[in-house]
């Protein structure tokens, strides 16, 4: 079996789940990912957007018309801060915006973004996985 990077696999896994579009800022935090994205990019687009707060509305647009959740990408700090005011309102129009934040505490631990609708708390999740782990074959 060939090796395949993380990141590709993530791409996959919203494949599977019927995702056709995915909207957000591009970062360095989540190259990987980007790049499987480009490289299934006839069946998955990703739109390019200038504010992360924008990314995130636009994605509940698509979802509501299409009746898919929406699908946010955003880098690690800033980034997920700007989306999270997007991912917020989103919620009080009662529809969920997947959030994809490439987070990375100093030690290297992923961290996961939970948006609450009435508190944004961090939680590490999977710490045998470092952000450079997206960037390597598996």
Do not use: W
């Not at 019927?18 to 990019?41: I, M, N, Q």
């Not at 999270?84 to 030690?107: H, K, N, Q, Y």
């Not at 009435?118 to 045998?128: D, F, G, K, P, Q």
């Amino acid at each position: 079996m060939a090796s395949q990077l993380a990141g590709h696999l993530l791409v996959d896994g919203l494949l599977a789940q019927g995702v056709t579009h995915a909207f957000g800022v591009p970062g360095e935090s989540y190259l990987a990912v980007l790049d499987g994205l480009h490289a299934r990019r006839h069946q998955i687009r990703f739109i390019t957007c200038r504010q992360e707060g924008g990314a995130a509305f636009m994605a509940e647009a698509h979802g509501k018309l299409t009746g898919r959740s929406g699908v946010c990408m955003v880098m690690r700090g800033p980034g997920a801060t700007n989306a999270s005011s997007g991912v917020r309102i989103t919620r009080t129009d009662e529809f969920e915006v997947e959030l994809l934040a490439a987070l990375a505490r100093p030690e290297g631990t992923v961290i996961e973004v939970t948006l609450d609708p009435e508190v944004i708390t961090t939680r590490a999740t999977l710490s045998s996985i470092t952000q450079g782990t997206l960037n390597k074959p598996l």
